[in-house]
């Protein structure tokens, strides 16, 4: 299986914010590189797919980069709403696997 | 637009069968480019994909938990399944069916992400 390595595993930060989440991959995936969202009792949301394609209705601030091994999710001017866990996914090969999160908490 | 809704029971004896359906509103499981997951997580760990169905009713599994799980599709009722057999305490996780978006061609299929979820439904084993 390919191992999906995220850092850092959780990071805080204050309103207004940018961050930038990285997910690293032990072999190369192209760009087949997915980002979601989890909160609590809520169905997890993709935001970003194919490493940088936004999700319909994603906002603009959500943003992904990388291809190959390393992959960024950068979120700019953080709102209230996005304080969450942050997982990436490879669809490279079966099976698709995740990485172990980053949970972006408030300052 | 598609909506997903995991149903089932709650609570599970061990070594039995641990068994939950997805019911699929707004669009149809029979749609081109869409294939149907079940993704699990356990308490405080990672997210695990368990496998996909196919409108045809192929599946994939993953391959740690290929010898205990059957996923199944009945496009009758616009629904798919899963059946995990042999349950244990490790079983126990927050289930979750999801859409995925991708294309087969020439015999090899290539995903997008899983851009629909259900909310997911906590199954415990024990007894």
């Known amino acids: 299986d390919i191992q999906m390595t995220q850092s850092p595993s959780s990071l805080s930060a204050s309103v207004g914010d940018t961050v930038t989440l990285t997910c690293r991959a032990s072999q190369s995936i192209s760009s087949y590189l997915n980002w979601y969202q989890l909160k609590p009792g809520k169905a997890p949301k993709l935001l970003i797919y194919l490493a940088s394609s936004l999700q319909s209705g994603v906002p603009s601030r959500f943003s992904g980069g990388g291809s190959g091994t390393e992959f960024t999710l950068t979120i700019r001017s953080l709102q209230p709403d996005d304080f969450a866990v942050y997982y990436c996914q490879q669809s490279y090969r079966t099976p698709p696997t995740f990485g172990q999160g980053t949970r972006v908490e408030i300052k | 637009q598609v909506q997903l809704q995991e149903s089932g029971p709650g609570l599970v004896k061990p070594s039995q069968t641990l068994s939950l359906t997805c019911s699929v509103s707004g669009g149809s499981i029979s749609s081109d480019n869409y294939y149907w997951s079940w993704i699990r997580q356990p308490a405080g760990k990672n997210l695990e994909w368990i496998g996909r169905?196919?409108?045809?009713?192929?599946?994939d599994y993953n391959p740690s938990l290929k010898s205990r799980v059957t996923i199944s599709v009945d496009t009758s009722n616009n629904q798919f399944s899963l059946k995990l057999s042999s349950v244990t305490a490790a079983d126990t996780a927050a289930y979750y069916c999801?859409?995925?978006?991708?294309?087969?061609?020439?015999?090899?299929?290539?995903?997008?992400?899983?851009?629909?979820w259900g909310q997911g439904t906590t199954v415990t084993v024990s007894s």
């Open positions: 999801a859409r995925e978006e991708g294309y087969c061609s020439r015999g090899s299929c290539y995903y997008y992400g899983m851009d629909v």
């Open positions: 169905v196919y409108p045809s009713g192929t599946a």
